[in-house]
Structure formats: structure tokens, C-alpha cells
């Protein structure tokens, strides 16, 4: 099975930058498209963002663009997501997720997920 495990939550102001990774455990990563999901209390499971397997192709939540950045380094199987002015709303649980069939904004074609981080904003 593949295992991804995210990192790099926390508590923050609002205004304030975070960056999220995900390392993945094959050497396949390299082929894979990588999501970023999250998850607030009471909503469903929002898409953050995408990159594919080169990371030349990049997608974006309408709530998060020209603020998040998402970006890959397959030598260390690990993909990223800056996270810059910071808003309360950003406030959930990030998921990071693997696609073998490209970017994608519904999360039915993610095959692999990781656990979670929370990222907490205050106002």
C-alpha cells in the first residue's frame, strides 16, 4: 500500500504563512498527480489544489487562488503547499492525495490518501 504522511500544521494569525508537505513512500510518486484537500467542521471535503506528475500542470480552489501555491520535488517523493495570507476560513483539516490518472478536482480520482493536518487560523 501506499502511505502518504503530511506535516507542517498548525496554529496561526491570520495574515500568517504555513507550508504543508507530503512525503509518499514508493518511487512511483513519480507519476502521480498530487491533490491537496481539506475539510472544515460540518462542510464537505473542499479541493485545495493539484499538480501533475511534472509539475507543470497546476490547478486551483477558487478560494485559494493567488494565495496558495503547490508545487513537488520527485527526488524526495514530497509534495508542498505554501500557504500565504492566511485566513480564518482556511481553518480545517488538510489531506494530501495521490492520482495515477492526472490532476483532478473531484476526490473519486484519488486512489491514496494521508491522514490529515490541521491548520488552525485565528482571527
Known amino acids: 500500500q501506499v502511505q502518504l504522511v503530511e506535516s507542517g500544521g498548525g496554529l496561526v494569525q491570520a495574515g500568517d504563512s504555513l507550508r504543508l508537505s507530503c512525503v509518499a513512500s514508493r518511487r512511483t510518486f513519480s507519476s502521480w498527480a498530487m491533490g491537496w484537500f481539506r475539510q472544515a467542521p460540518g462542510k464537505e471535503r473542499e479541493f485545495v489544489a493539484a499538480?501533475?506528475?511534472?509539475?507543470?500542470?497546476?490547478d486551483y480552489g477558487d478560494s485559494v487562488k493567488g494565495r496558495f501555491t503547490i508545487s513537488r520535488d520527485n527526488a524526495k517523493n514530497t509534495v508542498y503547499l505554501q500557504m500565504n495570507s492566511l485566513k480564518p476560513e482556511d481553518t480545517a483539516v488538510y489531506y494530501c492525495?495521490?492520482?495515477?490518472?492526472?490532476?483532478?478536482?473531484?476526490?473519486?480520482?484519488?486512489?491514496?490518501w494521508g491522514q490529515g493536518t490541521q491548520v488552525t487560523v485565528s482571527s
Open positions: 492525495a495521490a492520482s495515477p490518472s492526472g490532476v483532478a478536482r473531484s476526490n473519486y480520482q484519488y486512489h491514496y
Open positions: 499538480i501533475g506528475w511534472n509539475g507543470f500542470s497546476t
